[in-house]
């Protein structure tokens, strides 16, 4: 397939290296930044713009890899053509292609991206979706080229795939960035907790989150609860504390 990457942020990036890695030929990758397609490009060999109109209007497949806010805007401003048009975003409804292709799809890796990190990407959940059964198919077939787990998953699903990500994965690096800062304000290294983390990531690999599940707000032990909320300075994590720690043991009384 001749492939169109649009964007060059950090999903971007691993998904071109993972193309080329799996064989597949990336004609040009786009980004409005020149810094940032230039070194895509440079880094992988590949042509690049930051000019829309001068996109091949040949390719297979365009994915656009934007900020979900940009995507409109990017896809008015691409020339019309013949080829599949997917984009990467998880709480973006796949109907946002209607006004500018037949041939709308959703090629949506599950993932956190650092262009600084290594992943193996084959063990990222690929979600497919397309207007056209044929679209899929080919679509299932290029994820199954990069991950172990292509996924067909709708729109309505993704939303909800999406919402469950921000909270396992960017409200819970939020609670590490937190407790850093806590750690940090009292002299100690980020790194003691670090086993502990690892400790509790591997837990849920063998047991239900609510199995694994530990801790004062488990038994809502309230001299504990409102010894450490009385370390807390700040009101709004007061109130984060206190918040989490209710939901929590309302959860444990759940089967």
């Not at 786009?30 to 230039?38: K, Q």
């Not at 199995?211 to 010894?227: F, H, L, S």
Request: contains cysteine; proline residues 4%; negative net charge.
């Amino acid at each position: 397939m001749k492939i169109v990457i649009i964007g060059a942020g950090n999903l971007a990036t691993h998904m071109t290296k993972a193309l080329k890695e799996a064989g597949e030929e990336v004609v040009m990758i786009y980004s409005r930044s020149e810094e940032s397609a230039s070194a895509l490009g440079e880094k992988t060999g590949i042509p690049y713009t930051t000019d829309l109109s001068l996109l091949p209007d040949d390719a297979d497949l365009y994915i656009f890899a934007v900020k979900d806010s940009a995507l409109e805007s990017v896809l008015s401003s691409v020339k019309p053509n013949s080829g599949i048009w997917a984009h990467t975003a998880g709480s973006v409804d796949m109907n946002i292609f209607k006004d500018y292709s037949e041939r709308g799809a959703v090629f949506y890796p599950l993932q956190t991206f650092s262009k600084e990190k290594e992943v193996n990407y084959r063990e990222i959940p690929v979600c497919v979706e397309a207007v056209r059964k044929e679209d899929e198919a080919i679509l299932m077939s290029l994820a199954s080229k990069l991950s172990d787990h292509p996924e067909k998953v709708t729109s309505e699903q993704r939303k909800y795939l999406h919402l469950s990500a921000v909270f396992a994965c960017n409200f819970t690096n939020h609670m590490y960035d937190i407790a850093s800062v806590i750690l940090k304000e009292n002299n100690l290294s980020f790194d003691i907790i670090r086993p502990l983390i690892k400790e509790t990531c591997d837990k849920i690999m063998t047991l239900s989150p609510r199995e694994a599940q530990t801790g004062p707000a488990v038994r809502y032990d309230e001299n504990i609860i409102n010894r450490q909320t009385g370390l807390l300075e700040d009101p709004v994590l007061k109130d984060i504390y206190k918040l989490l720690s209710k939901n929590i043991n309302n959860y444990s009384k759940k089967k």
